[in-house]
């Protein structure tokens, strides 16, 4: 069965930590990933997706991702966390086509503090 | 504002009633999809369109829920004899095929 695990429940961290947010998948076949953001009160936004080619993706608000293929993770990272940056984060996966629908994991919330 | 709608953002019924959320997606995606989240999980996915049919709907939790698109364009989620257990949010989100999808605000139902 597809599914996405996502380690960490809550993360606070103080303004300028480095962010890192674990993802892994599993899924019979080749997926594309993505990170969607909810800010409180907002509805879900798309932070970054990897579809194929490099591996390490970039997406809005200085955020990160790796694909790693062996270890089927696509962790999320930012090098200098704000404290608006403070939301739930949700990792999420489908089939390489596309035509598929999103498999979500359970969401870490991150607190940052000033 | 062209992004998806849901209406209404709150729906406060009691237990046994029936309800009904609207979805009016991005113009012209063809792809409509309904998820539902409950507090501290991520969305999960209940069925979704291509243009007016129906191509997956075997996630529906229940013979209470269905949904439709009847013409392609808006969608309707309908629960009947409402449970306490169906308090969650429900989220709509349109794509054009192979692409990733736009969320809407999500309808808060709370089932007293």
């Known amino acids: 069965a597809q599914s996405v695990s996502q380690h960490n429940h809550h993360v606070i961290l103080s303004e300028a930590a480095s962010l890192e947010l674990g993802c892994n998948y599993s899924?019979?076949?080749?997926?594309?990933l993505f990170w969607y953001v909810q800010y409180p009160g907002q509805h879900l936004q798309l932070l970054l997706k990897y579809f194929s080619g490099d591996p390490l993706v970039k997406g809005i608000k200085g955020f990160e991702a790796e694909f790693i293929k062996s270890k089927f993770s696509f962790n999320l990272r930012k090098p200098s966390v704000q404290w608006s940056d403070t939301a739930e984060y949700f990792c999420?996966?489908?089939?390489?086509?596309?035509?598929?629908?999103?498999?979500f994991g359970k969401g870490t919330r991150l607190s940052v503090i000033a | 504002d062209t992004g998806v709608s849901q209406n209404p953002r709150h729906k406060i019924t009691k237990r046994g009633q029936n309800v009904t959320f609207r979805c009016d997606p991005i113009?012209?995606?063809?792809?409509l999809y309904w998820y539902r989240q409950t507090l501290g999980q991520g969305p999960e996915f209940l069925t979704y369109f291509q243009n007016e049919a129906q191509l997956e709907k075997s996630r529906l939790l229940s013979d209470r829920f269905s949904a439709e698109r009847p013409k392609g364009s808006f969608s309707t989620l309908e629960i009947q004899r409402t449970e306490q257990g169906d308090s969650a949010m429900y989220l709509c989100a349109s794509s054009r095929p192979g692409q990733t999808g736009f969320f809407g605000p999500g309808t808060r139902l709370t089932v007293l």
């Open positions: 899924y019979g076949g080749t997926v594309n």
């Open positions: 113009s012209e995606h063809n792809r």
């Open positions: 999420a996966v489908n089939a390489l086509s596309g035509n598929t629908p999103l498999v």
